[in-house]
T-cell receptor, first 113, second 113 residues
Framework: AQTVTQSQPEMSVQEAETVTLSCTYD???????LFWYKQPPSRQMILVIR??????QNATENRFSVNFQKAAKSFSLKISDSQLGDTAMYFC??????????FGAGTRLTVKP | GAGVSQSPSNKVTEKGKDVELRCDPI?????LYWYRQSLGQGLEFLIY????????KSGLPSDRFSAERTGGSVSTLTIQRTQQEDSAVYLC???????????FGSGTRLTVV
């Protein structure tokens, strides 16, 4: 069974600084997809970044980037130049097939002014 | 539509009553998913619809829960004889193919009193 673990229930960072959120997963599959979602107080889950397991290059979306270590089954999210609007719950997710996306328990990130 | 629409946004019901939650996916998205998010928790998979195929109901927690998707578009999640432990946010998502990620609605917050 695929599992996703986020070991940091809460984190905080000063505005304009960099923060890294951790995620590990467990799978015996070789081809899969990984995602980070952001959930602000509005409750809507917003896709932040996506990584294909067979691609070695780490995905980047503006201030968001990942450190994908396939052998270690690690998929951390780095947020650079943190902004107040980044305050939210962040969920790491693993997709093995089209209908089986598993989510971690989430990390609550607070960006302080 | 432009996004995934869920209604109602909030629902308070008495224990023992039946409730219906509605999800209107993005037009053209063939896959539709329901998840449950209990307070401060991650997302729990409930059910998945793909086109005209039989739905994957493996995540439904009890036979009080059921869902249907009419005409390959709008979906309704029904909870019969609601219990207090059913209180949660129910999130709906749709996708063209899971590999591109899911698009979520803003959810329905269900409170059973």
């Amino acid at each position: 069974a695929q599992t996703v673990t986020q070991s940091q229930p809460e984190m905080s960072v000063q505005e304009a600084e960099t923060v890294t959120l951790s995620c590990t997963y467990d799978t015996s599959e070789s081809n899969y997809y990984l995602f980070w979602y952001k959930q602000p107080p509005s409750r809507q889950m917003i896709l932040v970044i996506r990584q294909e397991a067979y691609k070695q290059q780490n995905a980047t979306e503006n201030r968001f980037s990942v450190n994908f270590q396939k052998a270690a089954k690690s998929f951390s999210l780095k947020i650079s130049d943190s902004q107040l609007g980044d305050t939210a719950m962040y969920f790491c997710a693993f997709l093995y097939n089209n209908n089986d996306m598993r989510f971690g328990a989430g990390t609550r990130l607070t960006v302080k002014p | 539509g432009a996004g995934v629409s869920q209604s109602p946004s909030n629902k308070v019901t008495e224990k023992g009553k039946d409730v219906e939650l509605r999800c209107d996916p993005i037009s053209g998205h063939t896959a539709l998913y329901w998840y449950r998010q209990s307070l401060g928790q991650g997302l729990e998979f409930l059910i998945y619809f793909q086109g005209n195929s039989a739905p994957d109901k493996s995540g439904l927690p009890s036979d009080r829960f059921s869902a249907e998707r009419t005409g390959g578009s709008v979906s309704t999640l029904t909870i019969q004889r609601t219990q207090q432990e059913d209180s949660a946010v129910y999130l709906c998502a749709s996708s063209l193919g899971g590999r591109t990620g899911y698009t979520f609605g803003s959810g329905t917050r269900l409170t059973v009193v």
